[in-house]
């Protein structure tokens, strides 16, 4: 088993690295592919030292399975040339989402429609991947009918640039920035670049990806992203009517039966999700259940998960564990 990590030296790609360590997958010969400006380096992983490669490099070695972090613009390019050589690839970029010949894969949701022709695999963006986990059961039990989303996302989620904005605004440096605006001290109604309708790139992403994903195109979506000041986790209020309604007690044993999720919903003690605890780990954390009395079968519920974990790295390499597991790379 041969595998490349593609942007290796990001920031997504040093916590791919972390992943691949934990989880100890059955790989014989890791390739550690970087931009031109840092081949030739050294990384570490295992307690080894490897020598970073280009994209043409990784390509020539016919990889098994090639996990790319490295943009859409990188992934539109490269992704096919990997295909030629009998790579699978597994893409964290947009690049390859909603095209119709492609899967959108959350392992704990759809791994199952995965086969050895599917050779470009797509990793949902991160704001869909921990809000799905959390909406599948409830869907699967009493069908969803609309949602309204409500996401206070990382600065993280936006790059290096974006975190190193809000440390020198917050140490009184100057800087590059990846914002219009100061982030710290503040909130950005601003994800992703804005459309002709008002919504942003980033909202549609949760419309698109939630009804590909839940197979379910007849619900109703609409979304609101902001980015906080933090420097790793994504939250989200979700609104969810139901097409039936629910017995709250009922709901909570659902969720907690879900692989992924972890339930956290005592108000009592002052137990509910925040990015605070979820940094590092690999959960979708749910708490703040509760029923809307506005209106019927409604529910809400706020969701957190490290967006940079099981909102990217973990679900690539959970994707790259089915293809081993299951023999379809």
Sequence with gaps: MKLAVVGATGMVGNVMLQVLAERKLAVDEYLFVASERSVGKDIQFNNKSYKIIGLADAVAAQPDIAILSAGGNTSIEWAPKFVAVGTTVIDNSSAWRMDKTKKLIVPEINADQLSASDKIIANPNCSTIQMVLALLPLHKHYGIKRLVIS?????????IKAVEQMNNERQGKSGEKAYPYSIDMNCLPHGGDFQED?????????????????????IAITATVVRVPVSGGHSEAI?????????LIEVTQLLAKTPGVKVQDNPDVNLYPMPLYAKGKDEVFVGRLRR???????????????????????NAVQIAEYLMENRIY
């Excluded at 996401?151 to 790059?159: D, K, L, P």
């Excluded at 980033?202 to 197979?215: A, F, N, P, S």
């Excluded at 609104?239 to 017995?247: A, G, I, M, Q, T």
């Excluded at 529910?299 to 998960?305: A, D, I, K, Q, T």
């Design 198 to 218: 008002g919504y942003t790139t980033e909202e549609q992403k949760l419309v698109d990806e939630t009804r590909k994903i839940l197979g379910a195109n007849d």
């Design 292 to 314: 809307d009395f506005s209106q019927h079968n409604t529910l809400n519920m706020w969701v957190v998960s490290d967006n940079l974990r099981k909102g990217a790295a973990t």
């Design 239 to 247: 609104n969810v009517e139901l097409k039936k309604d629910f017995d």
């Design 151 to 159: 996401t206070y996302q990382s600065v993280s989620g936006t790059g």
